[in-house]
């Protein structure tokens, strides 16, 4: 082989290897290229899932307000729900309260109507009354007596059996501006009137006498009223006479007058 074909040999053996490096370089540039995207990809795939990430982030605390809220809306209703029965309950107390005093009111208005149609009794049909054996309790007197103060003014003259039965009349709650002369029994060495006696004497609207005969309840108010117990021998049996009319206070008003005088200062 002459060197003309040599050089021609090698040449081409050059070439050949000038294009396998070539090939490897484009190789590696595919490679490096395909690397490139996958990094790419990476990074988008990173992207999308931090991207998730925060919308799981943001779902559940979304999850969490909602259960909050549904909790509290929960916990609000069955409060209202508590409230409305409490405030039912009361309603009802109340309902039951007034149903009873309109019970007690029905009680009364009928007993005032059987009084009224009594007291309605054609002439024919009246009759004088025998109070020989009459039973009207000393609670009845009293409280009759307690209704009459409390309309007292100016001043009333009160006679009682005992200091004892003044403690039943509530006093203390007249007006100040009344006047009260009071006539009962009092044994100063009873303890307990001592002390009534004390009390009694302590209000400077007070003027109190003693009065042993045990034998009345009087109480005559403003000028207007009069209300007269005469207590009888059995127990129990008093005969009551309660009246506004003019003419019969003015008649009845020395049986009044008589036993204040009858009385004595102490």
């Known amino acids: 082989m002459d060197y003309s074909d040599e050089i021609r040999y090698l ?11 070539n090939l490897k370089d484009q190789q590696l540039e595919a490679n490096q290229n395909l690397i490139n995207v996958k990094e ?14 925060e919308e799981t982030k943001t779902l559940e605390k979304t999850i969490a307000l909602k259960e909050e809220e549904i909790t509290k809306s929960n916990s609000s209703a069955e409060k209202e729900k508590d409230e409305m029965i409490t405030s039912l309950q009361k309603e009802i107390e109340i309902l039951n309260g007034e149903l009873s005093k309109a019970d007690e009111d029905l009680e009364t208005l009928e007993l005032e109507n059987t009084k009224l149609r009594g ?6 049909d009246i009759k004088i009354i025998d109070f020989t054996d009459i ?9 009759k007596m307690r209704e009459i103060l409390e309309k007292a003014i100016a001043n009333v003259t009160i006679i009682v059996p005992s200091i004892e039965d003044l403690q039943e009349l509530y006093l203390y709650e007249l007006r100040s501006s009344v006047t009260m002369n009071i006539a009962c029994s009092i044994n100063p060495g009873n303890e307990q009137h001592s002390e009534l006696l004390d009390e009694f004497e302590s209000l400077d609207n007070v003027s109190l006498r003693k009065y042993d005969r045990a034998d009345r ?3 005559t108010r403003d000028g207007e009223e009069l209300f007269l117990a005469v207590i009888g021998n059995a127990n129990d049996n008093n005969l009551v006479i309660h009246t506004k009319d003019p ?20």
């Not at 007291?119 to 024919?124: E, F």
């Open 11 to 21: 040449k081409k053996q050059l070439e050949t290897k000038d294009n396998l490096i």
């Open 40 to 53: 790419q990809q990476i990074k988008t795939l990173e992207k999308t899932l931090q991207t998730k990430d």
């Open 119 to 124: 007291a309605q009794t054609s002439s024919k």
């Open 135 to 143: 039973q009207i309790p000393q609670s009845n007197i009293l409280e």
């Open 217 to 219: 309840y009087v109480l």
């Open 247 to 266: 003419k019969h206070i003015r008649i009845l008003n020395p049986l009044i007058t008589e036993g204040w005088i009858s009385s004595r200062k102490i």
